[in-house]
């Protein structure tokens, strides 16, 4: 089908939680946070309580693994009924055609800017061979589509943690809607503190037909038009959700007439654009830890795949791999003089798929990286430039799994806002 326009993108009638409301209750983070830190969530569900919470409209990931089938439909089923709730007894109240300009901080930084809007999911493909105007930076696990395609089709709501990058060195769209919207003197539609020592969020809405929003579509076509590529949009963070938007939108597709594909909201799915350049947003490296095996074994391994180890700087074509010891002066950094793969992660990959070492963890930080290389071997692999970030997915198509993170987890987007999907 046709993109819906030429930005991919519309403004949508999004609903927040009626005046009143606790905001500090309503807000969770995103369901694919602290999967392994059950503390989070017990904490969570005693803070919301009984009060309206975005947490009673999510299936948190944590439970997954932990529940059975039996417990996970209930869910399902408490999922659609509460948002039902929310939607028949005014617990929601929906917003003209518009945009939210949002404003995070958090303790690591006093700032990140970004704007809610929904996407035209015939723009979006997971797919690296297609060149769509929305794509997907990492690689998609089907595996993980399905539970969210069921939360999806069970409810009459949906909430976003997307969160979407573009490209804009010089901060023609979003900071430029927010310079418009703090001269205007705009009042915001929520501010308030998040959860956990989460930070804390504000949003001002922008109507359709208004000059910021105008001024917001004008500059990401002119980001489009200079890609040169055909891509405006890169998905930074919640591409599983997204990919699950995109499956339930073709499983309904196929219902409708020409006509209704045009229109019908589940075709389009909430997100949040940001400027890969704001200040606020951090691209931290995923590290690996190869569990089981010492750093002495490890490097037995690699030079008897290499055919020897080299060590020292690495030339205009060659990577390095830091092999770390939980002693820095143990630390070995391995020259790879023929790298396999364009980017230090993906050879790094490659190479423990080729000695058989598949029992990897994937690790933020040095400090907790070094500390699991006690009687394990870590690999510390460098950053991603956010300068050549857009064009490295431009021409190699999507990251290595695993590759980085935006930020801490204490970072990441929450739900606040939501929309009809039926």
Request: net charge negative.
């Amino acid at each position: 089908m046709e993109v819906i326009n030429k930005i991919g993108c519309i403004a949508p009638e999004i609903l927040l939680p009626a005046d009143g409301t606790d905001l500090t209750k309503w807000a969770v983070i995103a369901c694919d946070q602290y999967t392994s830190e059950p503390d989070f969530w017990t904490k969570a569900d005693a803070l919301a309580g009984d009060a309206p919470s975005t947490l009673r409209l999510i299936l948190p990931e944590y439970y997954l693994p932990v529940e059975t089938e039996e417990q996970k439909e209930a869910r399902l089923k408490a999922i659609k009924k509460t948002a039902e709730d929310y939607l028949s007894q005014g617990v929601f109240k929906k917003l003209p055609k518009g945009y939210i300009l949002t404003d995070r901080s958090t303790s690591l930084h006093p700032s990140r800017k970004g704007i809610v809007l929904a996407l035209d999911l015939e723009a979006y493909s997971f797919k690296p061979e297609d060149k769509a105007l929305i794509r997907a930076t990492e690689g998609t696990v089907l595996e993980r589509i399905p539970p969210r395609v069921k939360i999806r089709s069970n409810s009459p709501v949906e909430l976003p943690h997307v969160m979407l990058l573009i490209d804009d060195p010089e901060g023609n769209v979003i900071e430029k809607a927010w310079d418009k919207a703090n001269a205007a003197a705009i009042a915001p539609v929520y501010d308030t503190d998040l959860m956990q020592d989460c930070g804390h969020i504000k949003g001002v809405f922008v109507e359709e037909e208004s000059d910021i929003a105008s001024g917001i579509r004008d500059g990401l076509e002119a980001i489009l038009d200079r890609s040169g590529d055909g891509l405006l949009f890169l998905v930074g963070d919640g591409n599983h959700s997204l990919a699950s938007a995109k499956a339930y939108w073709e499983s309904v597709r196929e219902t409708l007439s020409e006509e209704e594909k045009l229109t019908h909201p589940a075709r389009f799915a909430l997100a949040e654009i940001v400027n890969i350049h704001d200040k606020g947003l951090d691209f931290e490296p995923i590290y690996r830890v190869v569990l089981g095996i010492k750093q002495d074994e490890f490097l037995a391994k690699l030079s008897g795949l290499l055919g020897g180890l080299k060590e020292g700087a690495a030339g205009p074509s060659e990577q390095v791999l830091k092999i770390i010891s939980s002693d820095p002066a143990c630390d070995r950094e391995i020259v790879i003089s023929d790298p396999p793969h364009p980017l230090a992660v993906g050879t790094c990959d490659i190479l423990l798929g080729k000695m058989g070492l598949t029992n990897v963890d994937y690790i933020h930080g040095e400090d907790s990286l070094r500390e699991l290389s006690v009687n394990n071997t870590g690999i510390m692999l460098p950053p991603i430039s956010k300068d050549t970030f857009f064009e490295t997915v431009a021409r190699d198509g999507v990251f290595p799994r695993k590759t980085f993170s935006m930020g801490e987890a204490f970072e990441k987007r929450f739900y606040l806002e939501a929309r009809k999907i039926r």
